[in-house]
């Protein structure tokens, strides 16, 4: 897993952080120029300004990037780190962007130490780009990155380390997803937290339509009051909803199709916005030491609204309505359940009117209107049948 590398790599030395681990297999990027058109580094920039690349020792700041190959994946990392004061004390208000060239590889995933990321991929076969813009995060980190598990310690447990402003990205061509389908599902997913430990790739839950993230940190920063507070994001593609929560209108997707739980402690502050072409996620303020982050999709459609019914005949009605409202999936009919005492009586259709039949004339009957898609039946709009007059 990327996290998992990269939080046992972050305790193992202040500097050359990224190539410790890979250093008998990893290769280091040049700078894209005459001598390199792919698998280098286009550009780094910091706040607009350029930065040098490669870097030299005095450099005010150091840029590293390698890329390496791990079990048939292809990874890509940067790392960014600060001359003559603590290496991972970046300004947490400065912007970078560093844009990678990686080759014949597409970036089908990322993952980044970073907040407010946002990640553009581009090129064409043979020269893809991936560029990462994004604010350092601070970090509160354990010299064993919380175990294999993200084994943290309870309430009152305190991290050994403070990073000020940490910043890195690593990008992958989700080799290691054995389901094609899933691989072809996940491409565009982006995920960035200042965690010190986090579960990589999201679980995907098709039994609940959930999708599971895990996130553990110390509880305490190293001064053994101050408590840790984490921050997690991730972009979805639509094509990953599709698969995973039946999105088959993603245009009329909105926020409240979406409902995330934390366990484990207090709720945190979580921001759902739903783009052209994705749904981005925003969660702030996440306590520790362990949370066990939830996103619940719902996109069946709303009720149908403005319900009226009447008789037709002694023994038939119809059923009246506006339409339901989507959000994610289309509307394909709509079922009236109609019940008085025992007695059950249905009607369908693409559209309002419904017609049901088969009413007792002596009898009131209460009726539910749902709409039909592939994520399910929608919200229950309710409305009544007089009994028959005469």
């Given at each position: 897993?990327?996290?998992?590398?990269l939080l046992s790599?972050v305790a193992?030395?202040?500097?050359?952080?990224c190539l410790?681990p890979?250093?008998?297999?990893?290769?280091?990027?040049?700078a894209?120029?005459?001598v390199?058109?792919?698998k280098c580094?286009v550009?780094?920039a910091?706040?607009g300004v350029?930065?040098?690349?490669?870097?030299?020792?005095?450099d005010?700041?150091?840029v590293?990037?390698i890329?390496?190959?791990?079990?048939?994946?292809?990874?890509?990392n940067?790392?960014?780190?600060?001359?003559g004061?603590?290496?991972?004390?970046?300004d947490t208000?400065?912007?970078?962007?560093v844009?990678?060239?990686?080759?014949?590889?597409?970036?089908e995933?990322?993952?980044?130490?970073?907040r407010?990321?946002?990640i553009?991929?581009?090129?064409?076969?043979g020269s893809?780009?991936?560029?990462?813009t994004m604010h350092?995060?601070r970090?509160?980190i354990?010299?064993?990155?919380c175990?294999?598990?993200?084994?943290?310690?309870?309430p009152t447990?305190?991290?050994?380390?403070?990073?000020?402003?940490y910043?890195?990205g690593w990008?992958n061509d989700l080799?290691?997803?054995s389901d094609p389908d899933d691989?072809a599902a996940?491409?565009?997913?982006?995920?960035?937290?200042?965690?010190?430990?986090?579960s990589?790739p999201?679980?995907?839950?098709?039994?609940?339509?959930?999708?599971?993230?895990?996130?553990?940190?110390?509880?305490?920063?190293?001064?053994?009051?101050?408590p840790f507070?984490?921050?997690?994001?991730?972009?979805?593609?639509f094509?990953?909803?599709t698969r995973?929560?039946l999105?088959?209108?993603?245009?009329?997707l909105?926020?409240?199709?979406?409902?995330?739980?934390?366990?484990?402690g207090?709720?945190?502050?979580v921001?759902?916005?739903?783009?052209s072409?994705s749904v981005?996620?925003?969660i702030?303020?996440?306590a520790?030491?362990?949370?066990?982050?939830?996103i619940?999709?719902?996109t069946?459609?709303?009720?149908?609204r403005?319900?009226?019914?009447?008789?037709?005949t002694?023994?038939s009605?119809?059923?009246?309505?506006?339409?339901?409202r989507r959000?994610?999936?289309?509307v394909?009919?709509?079922?009236?359940?109609?019940?008085?005492g025992s007695?059950i009586?249905?009607?369908?259709?693409?559209?309002?009117?419904?017609?049901?039949?088969?009413l007792?004339?002596?009898?009131r009957y209460?009726c539910?209107?749902?709409?039909?898609?592939?994520?399910?039946l929608?919200?229950?709009g309710?409305?009544?049948?007089?009994?028959?007059?005469?």
């Amino acid at each position: 897993m990327l996290a998992r590398r990269l939080l046992s790599l972050v305790a193992l030395a202040f500097v050359a952080l990224c190539l410790a681990p890979f250093a008998s297999a990893a290769t280091t990027l040049p700078a894209c120029a005459s001598v390199a058109s792919t698998k280098c580094v286009v550009s780094v920039a910091r706040n607009g300004v350029p930065v040098t690349y490669p870097t030299a020792p005095a450099d005010p700041y150091q840029v590293s990037a390698i890329t390496w190959t791990d079990a048939g994946t292809h990874h890509f990392n940067f790392t960014v780190t600060r001359t003559g004061v603590s290496p991972f004390s970046l300004d947490t208000t400065d912007t970078w962007n560093v844009v990678v060239n990686t080759g014949a590889t597409y970036p089908e995933e990322t993952f980044a130490r970073g907040r407010g990321v946002s990640i553009v991929r581009g090129g064409s076969t043979g020269s893809y780009t991936v560029g990462f813009t994004m604010h350092p995060v601070r970090m509160a980190i354990t010299d064993d990155a919380c175990g294999h598990m993200g084994a943290c310690g309870g309430p009152t447990s305190v991290a050994p380390r403070l990073f000020t402003g940490y910043l890195d990205g690593w990008a992958n061509d989700l080799h290691y997803v054995s389901d094609p389908d899933d691989a072809a599902a996940m491409r565009g997913f982006d995920l960035a937290t200042n965690a010190d430990w986090v579960s990589t790739p999201l679980q995907l839950d098709f039994a609940t339509h959930a999708i599971v993230l895990d996130v553990a940190n110390r509880h305490f920063e190293p001064d053994g009051t101050t408590p840790f507070v984490g921050s997690a994001e991730f972009r979805l593609p639509f094509a990953m909803l599709t698969r995973l929560y039946l999105v088959d209108d993603p245009a009329t997707l909105t926020s409240s199709a979406f409902t995330v739980s934390a366990a484990g402690g207090a709720a945190p502050l979580v921001v759902v916005l739903v783009g052209s072409s994705s749904v981005h996620v925003t969660i702030e303020n996440i306590a520790f030491s362990k949370r066990h982050l939830v996103i619940r999709g719902d996109t069946r459609p709303l009720a149908p609204r403005n319900l009226r019914a009447a008789h037709v005949t002694r023994t038939s009605a119809l059923i009246r309505f506006d339409p339901s409202r989507r959000r994610g999936s289309k509307v394909r009919g709509y079922l009236a359940t109609c019940r008085s005492g025992s007695l059950i009586v249905r009607g369908s259709g693409l559209r309002a009117p419904l017609r049901v039949r088969g009413l007792s004339p002596s009898r009131r009957y209460a009726c539910t209107v749902r709409a039909k898609s592939h994520a399910g039946l929608g919200r229950i709009g309710r409305v009544a049948i007089p009994r028959a007059r005469g």
